[in-house]
């Protein structure tokens, strides 16, 4: 069977690559964290093991966009549905597609979306940005398409109706697997798992002369990483893996104001900010 580059295999689309032997730029991507809602009094034992089960903390619910190279790049793309304004104490919301007019984009505008992990505030915005390509671990796409809802199976956290949303940009030819770790998702955005936050999640490296790490859940707080602390993960096994995987984002980045967490409001007094909007990287 003759392939075009880019053509869908099985109904998933292919990434064509770099044409081989041919060094490619790093795009200079600016990098904005848009905070489309909050969660005030949260439990800070569920965001941090081991604290104190009687502390809350303030969170901020945030997709981040990547833009440059003639791309918008959403990493997470918040949510939508009504069943989970009653499940969370969910204030100061905003529709993701509208939180992001506040950098002058228009969804139809999005070109990508990469989904840390399939959580319904993670994953649960991908319809509103109808021309994006999705972006997903092969191995969080077919667990929670397939044996979580099994005998047995995980799906906490999980939107029965995100999930249908993701089989259904599949089958129209714009969902992208990620193959595993260290994968070069687009043009200078890596890919690194490791943190078993969901059965699969991810979390990316944007490349540059400042590298960026956007940790999303598998590092919900600057005190996650602060004190090399887990969060929520898959399994009670998956703690230390988790815990490996912050040193590792650490690492990566270079300086740990580079590493962005989920969840952390302070991301907001940290980089310079307006509105719902903080710059974590301006263009150059």
């Known amino acids: 069977m003759l392939l075009l580059a880019g053509a869908p295999v099985n109904g998933i689309a ?13 795009p200079a991507y600016t990098i904005d964290a848009v905070r489309y809602a909050s969660i005030p009094g ?21 997709f981040w966009v990547i833009r440059g190279a003639g791309r918008v790049v959403l990493f997470d793309s918040g949510f939508h549905r009504e069943r989970w304004f009653s ?26 979306v990469i989904v840390s992990h399939a ?16 972006h997903i671990q092969r191995e969080e796409y077919e667990y929670y398409t397939g044996a979580a809802w099994r005998e047995g199976g995980r799906r906490g956290g999980i939107d029965e109706d995100d999930v249908v ?15 595993g770790d260290d994968v070069e998702v687009l043009p200078g955005i890596r890919a690194y798992t490791g943190a078993r936050h969901t ?28 004190t090399r602390t887990a969060g929520a993960t898959f399994l009670p096994t998956d703690r230390s893996g ?13 300086s740990s104001d580079r590493v962005v967490p989920g969840h952390d409001a302070l991301q907001f007094a940290r980089f310079p900010s307006r509105g719902r909007v903080a710059r974590i990287r301006a263009p150059g």
Do not use: C, K
């Open 42 to 62: 949260f439990r800070t034992a569920g965001l941090v093991m081991g604290a104190d089960p009687a502390e809350r903390t303030d969170i901020a619910m945030v």
């Open 119 to 134: 959580h319904w505030d993670h994953m649960g915005g991908i319809e509103l940005f109808p021309e994006a390509t999705v």
């Open 199 to 226: 059965y699969a999640s991810q979390y990316i490296l944007v490349e540059g002369a400042e590298p960026f790490v956007l940790a999303s859940d598998n590092g919900y707080l600057y005190r996650n990483f602060e």
């Open 165 to 179: 949303a993701l089989v259904r940009r599949n089958l129209a030819g714009r969902v992208r697997l990620v193959e």
């Open 87 to 112: 499940t969370f104490d969910v204030t100061d919301y905003l529709r993701p597609d509208s939180a992001l007019t506040g950098l002058g984009v228009a969804a139809t505008e999005v070109t990508d």
């Open 14 to 26: 292919q990434d064509a690559g770099h044409p081989e032997g041919v060094p490619q730029p790093t």
């Open 242 to 254: 988790n815990e490996a995987a912050l040193e590792r984002m650490l690492r990566l980045a270079g």
